[in-house]
């Protein structure tokens, strides 16, 4: 059990985990692309011991893959499993007590723990200019905290038990923002901190925010973990660290003992400044937008602290070993919440929140004549209802049947639905709604369409195993590839604007269906690089479910109205890159030029990848 983020890095190295780099790097860009250069060949945690332009050492790939993230928190993993289950179904206490022992025991070292005195973390009071400011992408806004807690108090009911902790990134530097007065805050009025920063805004005061970094694991973990009711962030800290959080107030701000780093500082009603732009988790920039901004109070660091980083882009990162982290220990909990649900995945592929897969129960068919989605649409509403699900714009749902599925098979799962879906009567959009702010594939920010694919019964069709015919050689339409079965990609002519772009598709449409019926191939996607997009299923669930907004960007050959359903032979979904869209994360080749000097024999790197 680590008491800070040194024991976890001196016990990664021990174990053949971590890497020191001893070279001085570059906060600009360079640190960014060494980390992910290491995390796509499955490289080792890494320890930058000479940052440039700061006194600090800095650590990234802590999280890599699941198997060291299971490694770091091996000994508290099972009591964590333990209480999470209990939550999830209490009743096991009374039938269990003996069994249950151990849960007390590990619930009671999740109470936070109030410290007095002198606090590790205050040992020396720095300035913002001070850290490592790591800039991730070239055309990123500034530097940013990718790994921050950031914690605040309910203002109506303050205290560290009704606290939260999140993880939502902080911009240092760049834009407006004032070096050392004066941090950018980038969340949603949903979250945690947006209800007690709306509280704060009714009571017209500031509210305090303390953004804690480094720490023990755990800590960094808890701010992002979907907590069952009756679960604080603080809590389960305590609970994965096998040791209580430990805090005390400076100057009114909570203090995180273990922290290795403290910023404290307050947002006022009101007041914003431009954020961003940021490389983010769809792979492209989310942009410059006004966000809450914070003013600095103090800028604590421990002795020796060590500034804790990752990156953000389109996945895989460093990220996705997060969620399974996070789906392996929350276990059953969407069971709880939505009974009739198996399984959701949030397809990482395709950035997360743009692409669910679904399985659920379809018990209403015994009453029906022919099988169909019935308590699937049901079940399809509560899943687009709750947290962050609700983000998504893209959602499959089947349900089991003679055969046992799973979601996380995307292929298996995707030829599964395409084999059963009804065109005609299986797809349902949702318009006019919200989408996540990261998501500029919609008509604003936050604002876009939801389609739910809901397919189920017997199968309908054998999926097509190469293009067909009809799909080659149409006019302006080149390069046909079959991406999976009953999926083909079609190069098109570039994206102008959706007026001309409505009258080409119904072209299209039209020259498809003249050529004759293809029940095999029930979706066709047009891409502006049909080469790209098959040549990985990867590619393919990025680009399509990122660069599509369903409602505008979905159409169907021989569609058709029927009471306000709309159907067709065919799905087409327009997945090339529009002009309203933010741009891809590009690396930059200078960059990626300039640290092959670490990965040469004899430096620090040297051999490992």
């Given at each position: 059990?680590?008491?800070?983020?040194?024991?976890?890095?001196?016990?990664?190295?021990?174990?053949?985990?971590?890497?020191?780099i001893k070279e001085e790097v570059d906060p600009y860009l360079e640190m960014a692309a060494i980390h992910m250069k290491v995390y796509e060949a499955g490289g080792p945690a890494l320890l930058f011991e000479n940052v440039k332009g700061s006194k600090f050492r800095a650590a990234s790939n802590i999280f890599g893959s699941i198997e060291r993230s299971k490694f770091i928190f091996r000994q508290t993993w099972t009591s964590v499993q333990n209480v999470m289950a209990l939550r999830n179904d209490p009743m096991s206490a009374v039938k269990h007590p003996f069994k249950n022992i151990g849960n007390g025991l590990a619930a009671f070292k999740?109470?936070?723990?109030?410290?007095?005195?002198?606090?590790?973390?205050?040992?020396?009071?720095?300035?913002?200019?001070?850290?490592?400011?790591?800039?991730?992408?070239?055309?990123?806004?500034?530097?940013?905290?990718?790994?921050?807690?950031?914690?605040?108090?309910?203002?109506?009911?303050?205290?560290?038990?009704?606290?939260?902790?999140?993880?939502?990134?902080?911009?240092?530097?760049?834009?407006?923002?004032?070096?050392?007065?004066?941090?950018?805050?980038?969340?949603?009025?949903?979250?945690?901190?947006?209800?007690?920063?709306?509280?704060?805004?009714?009571?017209?005061?500031?509210?305090?925010?303390?953004?804690?970094?480094?720490?023990?694991?755990?800590?960094?973990?808890?701010?992002?973990?979907?907590?069952?009711?009756?679960?604080?962030?603080?809590?389960?800290a305590g609970l994965l660290a096998g040791r209580n959080f430990r805090y005390n107030y400076v100057d009114g701000y909570c203090i995180s003992s273990d922290a290795d780093f403290v910023i404290t500082g307050e947002i006022h009603p009101g007041d914003t400044k431009p954020e961003g732009p940021f490389g983010d988790h769809l792979g492209y920039y989310s942009l410059t937008h006004p966000f809450p901004v914070m003013k600095v109070h103090k800028v604590y660091a421990k002795p020796n602290a060590i500034w804790p980083f990752t990156v953000v882009g389109r996945p895989p990162q460093e990220d996705t070993a997060f969620g399974e982290l996070?789906?392996?220990?929350?276990?059953?909990?969407?069971?709880?919440?939505?009974?009739?649900?198996?399984?959701?995945?949030?397809?990482?592929?395709?950035?997360?929140?743009?692409?669910?897969?679904?399985?659920?129960?379809?018990?209403?068919?015994?009453?029906?004549?022919?099988?169909?989605?019935?308590?699937?649409?049901?079940?399809?509403?509560?899943?687009?209802?709750?947290?962050?699900?609700?983000?998504?714009?893209?959602?499959?749902?089947?349900?089991?049947?003679?055969?046992?599925?799973?979601?996380?098979?995307?292929?298996?799962?995707?030829?599964?639905?395409?084999?059963?879906?009804?065109?005609?009567?299986?797809?349902?959009?949702?318009?006019?709604?919200?989408?996540?702010?990261?998501?500029?594939?919609?008509?604003?920010?936050?604002?876009?369409?939801?389609?739910?694919?809901?397919?189920?019964?017997?199968?309908?069709?054998?999926?097509?195993?190469?293009?067909?015919?009809?799909?080659?050689?149409?006019?302006?339409?080149?390069?046909?590839?079959?991406?999976?079965?009953?999926?083909?990609?079609?190069?098109?002519?570039?994206?102008?604007?959706?007026?001309?772009?409505?009258?080409?598709?119904?072209?299209?449409?039209?020259?498809?269906?003249?050529?004759?019926?293809?029940?095999?191939?029930?979706?066709?996607?047009?891409?502006?690089?049909?080469?790209?997009?098959?040549?990985?299923?990867?590619?393919?669930?990025?680009?399509?479910?990122?660069?599509?907004?369903?409602?505008?960007?979905?159409?169907?050959?021989?569609?058709?109205?029927?009471?306000?359903?709309?159907?067709?032979?065919?799905?087409?979904?327009?997945?090339?890159?529009?002009?309203?869209?933010?741009?891809?994360?590009?690396?930059?080749?200078?960059?990626?030029?300039?640290?092959?000097?670490?990965?040469?024999?004899?430096?620090?790197?040297?051999?490992?990848?």
């Open positions: 059990m680590y008491r800070n983020l040194e024991d976890c890095i001196i016990d990664l190295e021990k174990n053949g985990h971590l890497v020191r999740a109470l936070p723990l109030k410290k007095y005195g002198n606090l590790p973390v205050t040992a020396q009071e720095i300035q913002i200019s001070d850290l490592p400011l790591i800039q991730h992408w070239p055309m990123d806004g500034g530097a940013f905290v990718t790994l921050p807690q950031v914690y605040t108090e309910d203002p109506d009911n303050p205290g560290i038990m009704n606290s939260n902790l999140g993880m939502y990134r902080i911009q240092l530097s760049g834009n407006e923002y004032e070096m050392n007065k004066d941090i950018g805050l980038h969340y949603q009025i949903h979250r945690g901190i947006g209800v007690h920063q709306e509280k704060a805004n009714k009571l017209g005061a500031p509210l305090k925010v303390s953004i804690f970094v480094g720490g023990p694991p755990a800590h960094t973990l808890a701010a992002v973990m979907p907590l069952p009711e009756g679960l604080t962030e603080m809590t389960i996070i789906h392996e220990l929350t276990g059953d909990a969407i069971k709880q919440e939505i009974p009739g649900v198996k399984e959701v995945h949030a397809v990482d592929a395709a950035g997360v929140h743009p692409l669910l897969f679904a399985i659920g129960s379809e018990r209403y068919t015994p009453y029906q004549k022919v099988k169909q989605p019935a308590e699937l649409l049901t079940l399809a509403n509560r899943i687009l209802g709750t947290g962050q699900l609700s983000l998504a714009k893209y959602l499959f749902i089947t349900a089991e049947e003679d055969q046992p599925i799973d979601s996380h098979h995307e292929v298996n799962f995707l030829t599964y639905i395409l084999e059963r879906l009804d065109l005609h009567r299986d797809i349902h959009f949702y318009t006019n709604t919200t989408i996540d702010t990261l998501d500029y594939s919609g008509t604003g920010i936050n604002s876009g369409s939801k389609v739910v694919i809901a397919a189920y019964g017997d199968k309908k069709r054998e999926l097509c195993t190469e293009v067909p015919a009809e799909l080659k050689d149409i006019r302006g339409y080149e390069n046909a590839k079959l991406v999976m079965p009953g999926v083909v990609v079609l190069q098109a002519p570039k994206f102008t604007n959706y007026a001309e772009v409505a009258q080409e598709l119904a072209g299209l449409s039209k020259a498809i269906h003249e050529k004759g019926a293809i029940p095999s191939c029930p979706m066709i996607v047009l891409c502006d690089d049909s080469s790209f997009m098959s040549a990985t299923i990867s590619n393919f669930l990025w680009a399509t479910f990122t660069r599509s907004n369903p409602s505008h960007d979905i159409y169907g050959v021989n569609s058709y109205y029927e009471n306000k359903h709309w159907g067709c032979d065919n799905l087409i979904i327009d997945a090339r890159t529009k002009p309203h869209q933010a741009p891809p994360l590009i690396a930059d080749p200078k960059v990626e030029k300039n640290i092959e000097r670490l990965f040469v024999k004899g430096a620090s790197l040297g051999g490992i990848i």
